[in-house]
């Protein structure tokens, strides 16, 4: 598979990455956006089996999994099979794990706060309650040497992504939003493609897939990609590996995000879909004022 690589910069000023990848909805390597994290030093898979190896996890099924179902572990069971982890043998693969709910403790191990992702809508009060985070959606990504992310997919909602690598080397894979339908979206999940495994998947069932042309990146412990709204992406684990994801929405995927959070309205309840939406683009207007006004303050 042909693929283009991501740009890597350090030390990028604020506004050159707004300007050059942010408001383009490009990705970038950061390698060097979270220096100071405690947990670059700390996190390993043996501290968790130490620190927190009673807490309980949800390890969501796929088809890269043994078993495809979801099921609960202890922590340190996870590690365990983590730490035995191979191509042949993947161990199951921990996303989707809200910090802020699972594991609240760690908060001070990945604090300041990613600059570049600021100012974060998804924190702001003037989001519906259902909809906030005031403390970031982020999440926890434990996996084994080999596992891979179930699916090609772009986050739900238009969200943009940023993954950080703690500990350990992930593969990444990205395609931009126009080649969605060489990636062949499911029809009741649009944002979640039907391939598995881009490396060897069956080219006679997804023949428009030849067709794609990926960007493909590895991004090791302490950088972090960003991954715009709407690219579809995949992960391949090269080593044992600890990650944090963060979700965010700013001026560049409001529109995305406001269209899609009452999607399902639009048919069944179109008076308060219509009402929604005004609301979205009035809240979108007025952050778009403070955002600018504290730029200059």
């Known amino acids: 598979m042909t693929a283009r690589e991501v ?11 707004v300007r050059s990848y942010l408001d ?3 990705p970038v390597v950061l390698t060097e956006a979270v220096e100071g994290w405690a947990a670059l030093e700390k996190w390993t898979p043996a501290y968790f089996r130490e620190h927190w190896g009673h807490r309980e996890v949800l390890v969501r099924g796929g088809p ?8 609960t572990y202890r922590l340190s069971e996870l590690v365990d099979l983590v730490l035995k982890s191979s191509a042949r043998e993947p161990a199951p693969y921990l996303y989707a794990c809200k910090i802020h709910e699972r594991f609240p403790e760690l908060l001070s191990d990945i604090s300041p706060p990613l600059r570049y992702a600021l100012p974060d809508r998804l924190r702001s009060r003037f989001l519906p309650g259902d909809r906030r985070h005031p403390e ?3 999440e926890l990504l434990i996996g084994g040497t080999g596992t891979r992310f179930p699916q090609i997919h772009y986050d739900s909602h238009h969200v943009h992504a940023w993954v950080t690598q703690v500990y350990g080397e992930k593969e990444f894979f990205l395609w931009p939003p126009d080649q969605g339908s060489c990636l062949y979206p499911m ?4 944002n979640k493609s039907e391939i598995g495994d881009v490396e060897n998947l069956d080219i006679e069932r997804f023949p428009r897939f030849a067709e794609s042309h990926p960007f493909r990146t590895i991004v090791g ?15 391949r684990l090269i080593t044992n590996s600890i ?9 560049s995927n409001w529109g995305q995000f406001s269209a899609d959070i009452w999607a399902w309205e639009r048919d069944a309840r179109p008076l308060r879909w219509v009402l929604k939406r005004a609301y979205m683009v009035g809240a979108g207007m007025a952050l778009s004022i403070a955002e600018l006004r504290s730029t200059f303050l």
Not at 7 to 17: C, M, Q, V, Y
């Open 7 to 17: 740009d890597r910069r350090s030390n990028l000023p604020h506004r050159e990455f």
């Open 24 to 26: 383009a909805l490009k």
């Open 64 to 71: 890269r999994h043994k078993n495809s179902e979801d099921r």
């Open 136 to 138: 970031g959606l982020m």
């Open 187 to 190: 029809e009741e999940h649009p």
């Open 221 to 235: 412990a302490g950088e972090t990609i960003f991954v715009p709204a709407g690219w579809w992406h995949t992960t």
């Open 243 to 251: 990650a944090v994801s963060l979700n965010t929405v700013s001026a």
